[in-house]
T-cell receptor, first 113, second 110 residues
Framework: ETGVTQSPTHLIKTRGQQVTLRCSSQSGHNTVSWYQQALGQGPQFIFQYYREEENGRGNFPPRFSGLQFPNYSSELNVNALELDDSALYLC????????????FGSGTRLTVV | GQQLNQSPQSMFIQEGEDVSMNCTSSSIFNTWLWYKQDPGEGPVLLIALYKAGELTSNGRLTAQFGTTRKDSFLNISASIPSDVGIYFCAEHNAGNMLTFGGGTRLMVKP
């Protein structure tokens, strides 16, 4: 059983640029959630995707958007990057049957300069 | 929105010592979850609590759901070096999201 894989592991972008982060969910999981973890803080919920549609959103601006594909993998897109977007971005997959069994990936470390 | 306050923020203990950390909420919770995050990794679920007063163990870890439904604690007995990491409490709410506390960083001296 494969876990959650995220790519890339590290990324450096310039302020104002756009970035796409990718996530492959754990086998059997059809729900993907994205979290932003700033240095020294707990993860913060960005949004969740279920059946290729957004199924809940946290307090993040519209320049944070996402997609889920038929194979349940997902992308997180961030436009007009700001310095404060520098963080670890975590993807977590789950299924209605897993009852809080969110499996997290190792994250993508994004640095905006 | 709801807030989760974890304490202490960090702990530096001797190997073999017991550890206790807690989490309080500004509102009533229906679940309490405890996660551990190792450096360079995502959080891993340690214990899930579903009802007030519930006491659950997982090896050397024990967690309790407070009777007021606004607090929870996590105890680690006989700490070992691999216990090093950041421990987070979290709540899973009806909005399909996890709300995390700020974390307790645990350091263990061999």
């Amino acid at each position: 059983e494969t876990g959650v894989t995220q790519s890339p592991t590290h990324l450096i972008k310039t302020r104002g640029q756009q970035v796409t982060l990718r996530c492959s969910s754990q086998s059997g999981h059809n729900t993907v959630s994205w979290y932003q973890q700033a240095l020294g803080q707990g993860p913060q919920f960005i949004f969740q995707y279920y059946r290729e549609e957004e199924n809940g959103r946290g307090n993040f601006p519209p320049r944070f958007s996402g997609l889920q594909f038929p194979n349940y993998s997902s992308e997180l897109n961030v436009n007009a990057l700001e310095l404060d977007d520098s963080a670890l971005y975590l993807c977590a997959s789950s299924s209605p049957m897993s009852n809080y069994g969110y499996t997290f990936g190792s994250g993508t470390r994004l640095t905006v300069v | 929105g709801q807030q989760l306050n974890q304490s202490p923020q960090s702990m530096f203990i001797q190997e073999g010592e017991d550890v206790s950390m807690n989490c309080t909420s500004s509102s009533i919770f229906n679940t309490w979850l405890w996660y551990k995050q190792d450096p360079g990794e995502g959080p891993v679920l340690l214990i899930a609590l579903y009802k007030a007063g519930e006491l659950t163990s997982n090896g050397r870890l024990t967690a309790q759901f407070g009777t007021t439904r606004k607090d929870s604690f996590l105890n680690i007995s006989a700490s070992i070096p691999s216990d090093v990491g950041i421990y987070f409490c979290a709540e899973h709410n009806a909005g399909n999201m996890l709300t995390f506390g700020g974390g307790t960083r645990l350091m263990v001296k061999p």
